[in-house]
């Protein structure tokens, strides 16, 4: 049996330094990857919730607002603003949309649906030229970077979303 040889200070232990200094490296890259991670939680690019979480876009005939970030499976809210001054309000979105998100719901619910080549295209009543807004819950069907066409009274916009697993 071979015994550890005894150190200055009167220890007999056996230490492997080389590792030791190797592990603790480690820990330590480990220790600035999991800041690194909150500190992007906190803004916002993981999910719900920060300051950069959402994306608000303007556009002549009104605004729309939509998260940056999502999770896959988890419901989200897509926002469209109209401006006033029309009896009848459109807003259109891409099959890719469509084919990435399902809509639970809709606030309110639109007078008319029109499926065209481009997308589709919900038509919404003004009273009396008013400001419209509209709420679309939406829960994500699959992960990955969506892009799609969003469009408000005939002035579109590309938008982007990750869908985080």
């Known amino acids: 049996m071979q015994v550890p040889p005894i150190r200055e200070d009167g220890l007999q232990l056996s230490e492997k330094r080389k590792f030791h200094r190797i592990f603790w490296t480690t820990e330590r890259v480990a220790w ?39 999770r896959w499976e988890s ?24 084919e990435n998100f399902e809509v639970e719901a809709i606030q309110p619910e639109p007078e008319r649906t029109l499926t065209l080549p481009e997308g589709v295209v919900m038509e919404f009543a003004a009273g009396e030229g ?11 069907l699959h ?8 469009a408000l009274d005939g002035a579109g916009v590309e938008a982007s979303i990750l869908i985080l697993p």
């Open 75 to 98: 419901t989200d809210e897509f926002r469209a603003s109209f401006n006033g001054g029309a009896e009848t309000h459109r807003l259109s979105l891409g099959y890719s949309f469509f």
């Open 130 to 140: 008013a400001p419209v807004n509209v709420i679309i819950h939406t829960r994500s």
């Open 32 to 70: 600035i990857v999991f800041a690194l991670i909150l500190g992007l939680a906190l803004l916002g690019l993981t999910g719900a919730g920060g300051y950069w979480s959402r994306i608000t876009q303007t556009l002549p005939t009104g605004q729309v607002e939509y998260p940056r970030v999502t």
């Open 143 to 150: 992960s990955g970077l969506i892009d799609y066409r969003v």
